[in-house]
């Protein structure tokens, strides 16, 4: 009996610096969406009963092997045990009740997470290898960057131009595959605006080629008001720039998730940059150089494996052949731009 007391005193204070360790951690990012309440309270529950778990396999486990190590001397044969059919039924049942105890709260919290608002606004993704765009098909933009307003549920129907992504905000929780030929959904309530300076980021949570680690976008969420006049300053962009090639270029760019993958400020990326590209010339992978003149600019848009620039070898763009002629020169006009 003496052994069963400290041995379920030992548990209950491994338990408990287990869990204590646990939530120092601070394993998980900021809570910034209603579902992340809810998501976050089973984990914690997941945490109370795992460090339970561990104490209770490990403290008998090292009792046992301190308390009851065989004496110097002492030859002779162990207890012999048949069963015991008490301690069966009782280590049956409990975990079965524990287990059909968080069954239920996890269906619980995923009903909480996937309900319909039905004034939820509607945004639609499109993922592609490597990168997402955003299109909000009540104000007519489209935009590279993700932006949302504050306390107010909004749904994504998502879409893939190649192969399977996943829209992932590690500060939202829920996570959502993109599958090619379907339109999936997912549905955030995001309840902290984003700290300034540094945004949220979706990243993709499928590994879907050699740039996967680079597909990403960064997460604004805003107040109401901030967020009508970032749609109203995208609206007089997008009508000032219908107007011109250079500007039709800059947002079908923009559209079309080029940017996702060239810069054009010269940064390094996945993919050459376009800063100062117009003119230049560029070295390809068998050795040879071509001038970036608007007939090596319109073949790499539409033939991106022809001529592939030297160092970009395992970086492969899929072809743009979704975009017309008109569209094309459009883009090579933006990128004559960049100098
Ligand atoms: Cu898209 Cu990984």
Known sequence: M?????????ILVVASLTYIGLDAAELLPTQASAEAISIDWLLNLNAIAISFLFALILVPL????????????????GEHMVGNTKLEITWTVIPLIVVVIFAYLGTYSLAEISRVNPQALEIKV??????????YPAFGIKSKDFYVPVNKQFV?????????????????RVKQDIV???VTELRI???????????????CAELCGASHAYMFSSVHVVSQEDFDEWVAELQNIAAATDQTPEGRGEALSAQNGCLGCHSIDGSQSIAPTWFKLF?????????????????????????????????????????????????????????KTLK
């Open 2 to 10: 003496r052994h069963f007391v400290i041995v379920g005193i030992l």
């Open 62 to 77: 090292f009792y046992s092997l301190i308390v009851f190590r065989r004496k110097k001397g002492d030859t002779s044969e």
């Open 126 to 135: 499109l993922a592609q290898q490597f990168s997402f765009s955003f299109e």
């Open 156 to 172: 994504l129907k998502m879409e893939s131009r190649d192969v399977i992504h996943s829209f992932w905000v590690p500060e939202f």
């Open 180 to 182: 090619p030929g379907r």
């Open 189 to 203: 309530t995001p309840i902290l605006l984003t700290p300034p300076g540094e945004p949220y980021r979706v990243v």
């Open 279 to 335: 003119g230049s010339s560029v070295e390809l992978t068998d050795g040879t150089t071509a001038n970036a003149d608007e007939e090596y600019l319109a073949e790499s848009i539409l033939l991106p494996g022809e001529k592939i620039v030297a160092g970009y070898e395992t970086t492969l763009m899929p072809s743009m052949e979704q975009l017309n002629e008109d569209q094309i020169a459009d883009i090579i006009a933006y990128i």
